[in-house]
C-alpha cells in the first residue's frame, strides 16, 4: 500500500515570504502522479497542483510550484509570496495510475503572518 | 464553471438511523468518487463508480451502500449511523481516463448524536 507522510504538521511564514511543504511518499508502482489539496478552514477540498511521475520537468501552477524529486520520493510543495489568504491546511495525495484513489497524506497547517 | 453539487450541506443524525447524501458531478464527467474526512482527519476514499459501475472500493464500511444513476449523479446511503460516522463526506467526479483530475463537492457534514 502506499504511504504519504507530510512531517510537518504545522508551519508558519510571514506574508509576501516563500515557504515550502514537504511531502514524501512510498511507492513500488513505475506510474503515478502526486497531488496538493488546499483546505480552507470553511471545508472545501482546492485542487492547486498535479505532477505525473513520469513528467520531465516539476509543475507550476502561478504561485505554486512542485519540487519533484523521484529518486528521493519527495513532492513538495512551494509557495512564493505567500498571502494571507493561504492560510489553510495543506495536503499531499498520491494516485496511482491502476487505481481511482487518491491517498492523502496527514497535512500541514500553514499560517501566514501579516 | 459549473462544480460538483452535493446536497445536503448539512446534515444532523442520530445514532441507528439512516441517511442519503447525493452528489452530482461536473457537465460531463462520468465517474464519481467518495471520501470522508473525520474529524482533524486526511480525507479517507470510500468508493468510486463510472458508467454506474463500481470502479474501485475503499474503506467503506459495510453499513454504508452506494450508486451511480443514468444521469451521472451518485448517492452514499448510510445505515445504522454510529457516533463515529460524524465526518465530511466529499463527492469528486472527472472524466473517465482522467482520473488524475478529480474535482471535489464542498462536502456534506454529517453530524451524529
Known amino acids: 500500500a502506499q504511504k504519504i507522510t507530510q512531517t510537518q504538521p504545522g508551519m508558519f511564514v510571514q506574508e509576501k515570504e516563500a515557504v515550502t511543504l514537504d511531502c514524501t511518499y512510498d511507492t513500488s508502482d513505475p506510474s503515478y502522479g502526486l497531488f496538493w489539496y488546499k483546505q480552507p478552514s470553511s471545508g472545501e477540498m482546492i485542487f492547486l497542483i498535479y505532477q505525473g511521475s513520469y513528467d520531465q520537468q516539476n509543475a507550476t501552477e502561478g504561485r505554486y510550484s512542485l519540487n519533484f524529486q523521484k529518486a528521493r520520493k519527495s513532492a513538495n510543495l512551494v509557495i512564493s509570496a505567500s498571502q494571507l489568504g493561504d492560510s489553510a491546511m495543506y495536503f499531499c495525495a498520491f494516485k496511482g495510475a491502476g487505481s481511482y484513489q487518491l491517498t492523502f497524506g496527514k497535512g500541514t497547517k500553514l499560517s501566514v503572518i501579516p | 464553471a459549473a462544480g460538483v453539487i452535493q446536497s445536503p450541506r448539512h446534515l444532523i443524525k442520530e445514532k441507528r438511523e439512516t441517511a442519503t447524501l447525493k452528489c452530482y458531478p461536473i457537465?460531463?464527467?462520468?465517474?464519481v468518487y467518495w471520501y470522508q474526512q473525520g474529524p482533524g482527519q486526511d480525507p479517507q476514499f470510500l468508493i468510486s463508480?463510472?458508467?454506474?459501475?463500481?470502479?474501485d472500493k475503499g474503506s467503506i464500511p459495510d453499513r454504508f451502500s452506494a450508486q451511480q444513476f443514468s444521469d451521472y449523479h451518485s448517492e452514499l446511503n448510510m445505515s445504522s449511523l454510529e457516533l463515529g460516522d460524524s465526518a465530511l463526506y466529499f463527492c469528486?467526479?472527472?472524466?473517465?481516463?482522467?482520473?488524475?483530475?478529480?474535482?471535489f463537492g464542498p462536502g456534506t457534514r454529517l453530524t451524529v448524536t
Open positions: 469528486a467526479s472527472s472524466l473517465q481516463g482522467r482520473s488524475y483530475e478529480q474535482y
Open positions: 457537465p460531463r464527467h462520468d465517474t
Open positions: 463508480f463510472y458508467e454506474k459501475m463500481q470502479s
